[in-house]
């Protein structure tokens, strides 16, 4: 069993800045890629950042320049830094990950149960 959990979301001002954290927690032998995907009202799930395990990042282009992914390989976690948020930032963040497990199962897509980012005046 492998569990992914978020936390850090809220409410910010435009302009304001959030940190997002995943913890992905289990019988994990590696984790490859983990990233964030983000779900706004009524839209589809879109990537926002990934990071492979060995640092590379890829962006979507409405976030870059002011979101840094990163992650701790040793503790299992990623990160979302967003800054200068907008307004069409608002969406349900979700922590997604590539993990192959002690039994040697490797399962492409865990998601997390969702964090709530809401950018408003």
């Known amino acids: 069993q492998v569990q992914l959990v978020e936390s850090g979301g809220g409410l910010v001002q435009p302009g304001g800045s959030l940190r997002l954290s995943c913890a992905a927690s289990?019988?994990?032998?590696?984790?490859?890629?983990m990233g964030w995907y983000r779900q706004g009202p009524q839209k589809q799930r879109v990537l926002v950042a990934t990071?492979?395990?060995?640092?590379?990042?890829n962006y979507a282009d409405s976030v870059k320049g002011r979101f840094t992914i990163s992650r701790d390989n040793a503790k299992n976690t990623v990160n979302l830094q967003m800054d200068s948020l907008k307004p069409e930032d608002t969406a349900v963040y979700y922590c997604?990950?590539?993990?192959?497990?002690?039994?040697?199962?490797?399962?492409?897509?865990?998601w997390g149960q969702g964090t709530q980012v809401t950018v408003s005046s």
């Open positions: 990071i492979t395990s060995s640092g590379t990042t």
């Open positions: 289990g019988s994990i032998f590696r984790i490859y890629a």
């Open positions: 997604n990950a590539d993990i192959e497990m002690v039994t040697g199962h490797r399962e492409y897509d865990y």
